[in-house]
């Protein structure tokens, strides 16, 4: 364990200060470390990062961007005033990004101090907190800023992994973390598309800009009410869709296969073929709507 009398303690970054413009980002970064207060200070500490005042000043641009980072290590302190969350401390000032992270450490604490599962303290006009996740009991009560609640088995879930990866490869499974995800040092993410569609039928087009090495890419697809997913592997990413039921929902996905960290699925999308032909169809009417106006 890490103690400090110190005020600002982070596993990656103790305290960030800025008033112009820019923007801090911290991507791909863990802790497994335990930190905690020696002293009679109060403790600002963070799994990542521990106190920011990114963009504290009224005329500042600065933001605060963190993605794709999670903690395992315990965080204890005692002091009034104390300021614990799983990701981040204490945040404050005008904007901040928190996405697609995680933490299971567990958060030790008095009853006088600020707690939270991913951030104890937030004071931003402009956040977005999102696809974070604390474990449940990791910390005891008082506050949770926007983190979700979950269990040991759903962290440890597959589904939750592609969750968590929210179109990327940024994330994998491994037994070493308890079998929690950790990161693959691969960066990309995956776009999908629906071209030339009709009730009938439909193709999709997938594509990933990615320094990971490809073997194998192609799409799963299925009816909405079906179990498993019908495999398809493709040279081009594209994929046609034939003999669809106008009425039926459908789902898909793209997938690559790796040579260093296996398999990659992207997040699963739906299609309604009748439906998003209506819509197109719509659209279309509008446009000729707004046009025949603009030459009146």
């Given at each position: 364990m890490l103690m400090t009398v110190a005020t600002n303690v982070g596993g990656i970054v103790g305290m960030v200060h800025g008033t112009g413009d820019g923007i801090l980002s911290i991507n791909s970064s863990f802790n497994t470390g335990a930190l905690g207060s020696m002293g009679s200070t109060s403790l600002w500490g963070g799994g990542i990062i521990g106190?920011?005042?990114?963009?504290?000043?009224?005329?500042?641009?600065?933001?605060?961007?963190?993605?794709?980072?999670?903690?395992?290590?315990?965080?204890?302190?005692?002091?009034?005033n104390s300021f614990l969350g799983g990701i981040a401390g204490r945040v404050v000032g005008l904007s901040s990004t928190i996405t697609n992270s995680y933490n299971v450490g567990e958060i030790v604490s008095s009853n006088k101090t600020y707690i939270?599962?991913?951030?104890?303290?937030?004071?931003?006009?402009?956040?977005?907190?999102?696809?974070?996740?604390?474990?449940?009991?990791?910390?005891?009560?008082?506050?949770?800023?926007?983190?979700?609640?979950?269990?040991n088995s759903i962290l440890r879930r597959v589904d939750f992994l592609e969750t968590l990866n929210d179109n990327s490869i940024a994330w994998e499974k491994d037994k070493n973390n308890n079998g929690f995800p950790i990161l693959t040092g691969l960066s990309g993410k995956f776009k999908l598309e629906i071209k030339d569609l009709s009730p009938v039928k439909a193709t999709i087009s997938a594509s990933i800009n990615t320094n990971a090495t490809i073997i194998t890419k192609g799409f799963q697809y299925r009816k909405i009410i079906d179990s498993k997913f019908t495999t398809q592997s493709t040279d081009t990413f594209l994929m046609d869709l034939n003999d669809l039921e106008p009425n039926s929902q459908y789902e898909f996905r793209a997938f690559i296969g790796t040579s260093e960290h296996g398999t990659f699925f992207s997040t699963i999308e739906s299609l309604n073929p009748l439906q998003l032909q209506q819509q197109q169809i719509r659209r279309q009417i509008l446009l000729t709507e707004r046009f025949l106006c603009q030459e009146k």
């Open positions: 106190a920011s005042g990114i963009g504290s000043n009224k005329y500042s641009n600065s933001h605060l961007e963190i993605t794709n980072c999670y903690n395992t290590g315990e965080i204890r302190a005692f002091e009034e939270g599962g991913i951030i104890a303290y937030l004071n931003n006009n402009y956040s977005d907190i999102s696809n974070c996740y604390y474990l449940e009991n990791s910390v005891s009560n008082r506050i949770n800023y926007s983190g979700i609640q979950t269990t």
